[in-house]
């Protein structure tokens, strides 16, 4: 098996990624609230790689009689959870990091 067939996907299954991945990121981004980097798209984005990596090159197959063109639909959910998950606690413990802001005074009462 060549390196170009391995990784190669059709539009058709694209489309599919694409689409559980905008579910999954919205759900994950409506967990996290909104402290991910980038927000809903940086979710769909981590969780298209996250699909990428678990189908085309670890070619993981979770209940494999479950297929969408090709691609196997527990996988893929797994794949764009688990993409979007990771991206979101990178983005929680990005801000942790951060310095918070400090507290402006506050005028004196009864001046």
Known sequence: MSIQ???AITLSQFIVYLL????CG???EWVFKSRMQFGFLGAVMAGIIG????VNVLRLKLLPFVVVEGVPIASLLVGA???AVIWGLVGVLWGL???????EPQAEAGS
């Open 5 to 7: 067939s391995m990784f």
């Open 81 to 83: 959870t688990g993409g």
């Open 26 to 28: 919205y759900v994950v």
């Open 97 to 103: 990091r951060q310095p918070k802001p400090a507290p």
């Open 20 to 23: 559980s991945a905008i579910v």
């Open 51 to 54: 699909i990428f990596l678990l």
